[in-house]
């Protein structure tokens, strides 16, 4: 139950990045592609955060995510599965995640900002509840990454993408 509480917790402190994105929505482009890049966006965004962040010996991420690992299929499992832990390291990931965007923003006058940013909060949250469904055998819709995850664990070091698979097809990555 603790773990469902932090993972609500967790996900009060995401909505707060879509807070500046919501207020700026109004201004923001309204080209179609704008979503379907800010989806792209998160997908590499994973890939990127969990291939080289996570899985790079030495740093706090991957000191955090070993624990993940090693508890997998295992009774303290549900311990180790909240994204970012501490809320810092939940902020840490949009302000990470957003600097990137607001830079684009500025320099080219894109106005993706807004949507991308609510696409980022929204996709992270729905991720990251799917992502506890498929380690606790709860119900997952379609699904969706439950066979590629289990993969991620029994396979390292393949399946970096939590259940959408993009990048790891593109990058070579998927078993």
Known sequence: MME????????????LFAIPAV??????SHSLAVPALGFVWCLFFEYLYHRWFQHRPGTIFADKHHLHHA???????KEHLNF???????????????????????????RWFP???????????????IHYRIHTGLWVPFNLG????????????????????????????KE
Request: without cysteine; positive net charge; proline residues 7%.
């Open 146 to 173: 439950v066979k590629h995850h289990h993969g991620h664990h029994t396979m390292p070091p393949k399946n970096f993408n939590v259940f959408i698979p993009l990048f790891d097809y593109l990058l070579g990555t």
């Open 4 to 15: 469902r509480l932090i993972f609500v917790r967790n996900s009060l402190v995401a909505l």
């Open 23 to 28: 207020v700026m929505l109004p201004r923001a």
């Open 115 to 129: 949507p991308a940013m609510l696409i980022f909060v929204g996709y992270v949250i729905v991720m990251e509840d």
């Open 84 to 110: 970012g832990g501490h809320p810092i390291y939940v902020a840490l990931l949009f302000v990470v995640n957003g600097a990137p965007l607001v830079a684009v923003d500025l320099i080219f006058h894109t």
């Open 71 to 77: 508890t997998y299929r295992r009774e303290n499992e």
